[in-house]
């Protein structure tokens, strides 16, 4: 259990997943990505690890993932094969809005 | 949180997409991150503190902004149009540096002792040989700077206003969509890289996964060509570059056709009704977008949508014809405020000063520190008021306003009304000096080709529609007005020859 910081930045410890916490209540949660806790970017995986079977729809690069009561959101920042949970609750993939391009 | 984040995406789901291209050359996304990698080791193994550039657009500058971002130091692109005396001012502030530069600029300038001097030649060779280098994560933080870039200083030392990546990555993330680009896509940058816009140009390009066309001197004919050759699909200007590009068609009578274009994006100054409207004209499916922003708020704050450009053009109802030159609604990401003298809220449709906020603010510079108040609401320095749409309106800046015997007065509204006269081209009313009420009005004007026209007449065509209080008690007739190089009015400097 941690409480996530808007900026920080995890990665899966049983595949190639990363994300950037883009928003996040102030409490205590459980984030999972294949069904185990995420690490520090500057931790080591373990070896052999793999995605449980219950979280294997996989990860996007450039998706944003919110709860379905939209206290977190999370940006995938290297897509992988396990996907990605909260308490146990997996995340919904957010719509993109169309933006007109202003640069 | 760091702005190479946007480029490790990129390579990483669109590693051979194009990036960028200027002139006969290109690069990916995936040479792009590995030439901003070996740049960045290099950078990080001479101990420097700061990367400068001082040369025109080339694909040198998204190299060194993310150079930096890697080194974790901060990227201060500078005005290569700068006197000698002024770049080496500017030199011994971020002293010591590692510099990209076009040599023909540094010829006869003092470089200090601690720095290191590259070229853009010089850097992409490097970039392209050399060992590889790893993928370890880039040293900068969220809180540390980006971005540092000197204002143009119209009075006294330039300031140096800091970008974080916590306020840059902010923008992006509120704005961009990641990869919404279609490969086919390509938007042209003509802005010079020294400027906001020209930041914000490659951090969302890159982000969208929008390939980045580069013109690395701007004048009408070959934004055009540069734009059909390339099939650009999304270009930004500056008002005066779409001033210039309709004055080269409408001179030269060469066709205005731009099959691809879809969207053009403009800002960074008061754009002409006159210039929107024939643009509109010559492109009519094209989307138009009003940008408003300030190097100081990570580029745009507020947008006046191609669906305003249209309900705007197409109405008859003055309220809605208006919104033509708003600078439209707030972006998601930011709340805007108009305050008045007391620092109290303003109901729709009074005219006060602009505050900002949301994460992109960043209000920051070295030396004199945030600007922000304790609820992280930045004063823009812009006045302007707000109509009952939502729709923000700008009214000058708050240096520029006149006060005679304690009231305000708007230089536009008087500029406005002045400029409708058919003798004249172009004019700018600014404060002098006055022993009876403080300030006065002073109108600097340049009369159309062959016209003439009276004092007298110009003061009572200014009382017959606005107060008395109005009417220019100092006109002086000018060949032409103050400009810097982005078309941006020297106020200051106008008032100085005014008051003199």
């Known amino acids: ?103 | 949180m760091n702005i190479l984040m946007t480029l490790e995406m990129a390579a990483e789901c669109h590693p051979d997409r194009i990036a960028v291209t200027c002139g006969e050359r290109s690069m990916s996304h995936a040479e792009l991150l590995q030439a901003a990698r070996r740049a960045g080791a290099r950078i990080r193994a001479s101990g420097c503190r700061h990367v400068g550039l001082l040369d025109v657009n080339s694909l040198a500058a998204p190299v060194a902004l993310y150079a930096a971002a890697c080194a974790g130091i901060p990227y201060v692109p500078m005005n290569y149009r700068l006197t000698k005396p002024e770049i080496e001012a500017l030199l011994v502030r971020i002293e010591p540096a590692w510099l990209v530069a076009d040599p023909a600029l540094l010829e006869g300038v003092n470089i200090p002792a601690g720095f290191t001097v590259t070229d853009r030649e010089q850097i992409l060779r490097d970039a392209c040989d050399g060992q590889s280098v790893s993928d370890e994560p880039a040293l900068a933080d969220a809180s540390a700077v980006a971005v540092q870039l000197f204002t143009s200083g119209t009075t006294g030392a330039p300031k140096a206003a800091v970008l974080r990546h916590e306020n840059l990555m902010s923008y992006i993330l509120g704005t961009v969509e990641f990869g919404a680009a279609d490969e086919r896509d390509a938007t042209l940058v003509a802005v010079p890289p020294y400027h906001i816009a020209g930041i914000s140009a490659i951090l969302s390009s890159i982000y969208a996964c929008r390939h980045m066309v580069q013109l690395p001197s701007f004048d009408g004919q070959a934004w055009l060509e540069t734009c059909r050759r390339e099939g650009v699909t999304n270009a930004f200007v500056v008002p005066t570059m779409l001033a210039r590009v309709i004055e080269h068609v409408d001179a030269s009578g060469a066709d205005p056709a731009l099959p691809a274009l879809r969207a053009l994006a403009y800002g960074g100054g008061k754009m002409p009704a006159p210039v929107i409207e024939r643009a509109m004209q010559l492109w009519p499916t094209v989307d138009f977008t009003n940008a408003y922003g300030l190097t100081e708020t990570s580029s745009t704050i507020a947008l006046l949508d191609p669906e305003g450009h249209r309900e705007g053009f197409n109405s008859a109802d003055p309220a809605v014809r208006k919104r033509l030159h708003s600078v439209g609604r707030p972006i998601d990401a930011v709340q805007i405020e108009i305050r008045g003298e007391d620092g109290a809220p303003l109901p729709a449709g009074e005219v006060g000063d602009v505050f900002v906020r949301g994460g992109q603010v960043a209000g920051e510079y070295l030396g004199v520190g945030s600007l922000l108040d304790a609820d992280g609401w930045f004063p823009t320095r812009d006045r302007g008021y707000m109509d009952t749409y939502g729709f923000l309106y700008l009214d000058g800046r708050a240096d520029d306003v006149i006060v005679r015997g304690g009231e305000n007065i708007s230089p536009g509204e008087i500029e406005d009304v002045l400029r409708r006269h058919p003798a004249i081209a172009d004019v700018a009313v600014v404060a002098v000096p006055d022993t009876e009420w403080g300030e006065t009005v002073g109108a600097a004007v340049v009369l159309a080709p062959g016209a003439q026209v009276a004092e007298a007449e110009l003061r009572d065509w200014v009382r017959e529609r606005l107060r008395s209080s109005r009417v220019p008690a100092v006109i002086s007739f000018r060949e032409h007005l103050p400009y810097n190089e982005m078309g941006k009015m020297l106020r200051r400097v106008l008032r100085d020859q005014l008051s003199a």
Request: hydrophobic share 45%; net charge neutral; glycine share 10%.
């Open chain 1, 1 to 103: 259990m941690n409480t996530l910081k808007a900026g920080s930045r995890l990665k899966s410890a049983v595949c190639d997943t990363e994300v950037m916490v883009v928003r996040a209540a102030a409490v205590e949660v459980s984030l999972e990505c294949g069904g185990a806790g995420m690490l520090a970017l500057t931790v080591d995986k373990p070896a052999g690890a793999a995605p449980s079977q219950a979280f294997v729809q996989g990860t996007l690069v450039g998706k944003r993932y919110v709860d379905a009561a939209d206290r977190f959101e999370l940006l995938c920042t290297k897509g992988g094969r396990g996907s990605l949970s909260i308490d146990g609750v997996p995340l919904d993939v957010k719509q993109a809005k169309a933006l007109p391009s202003s640069d």
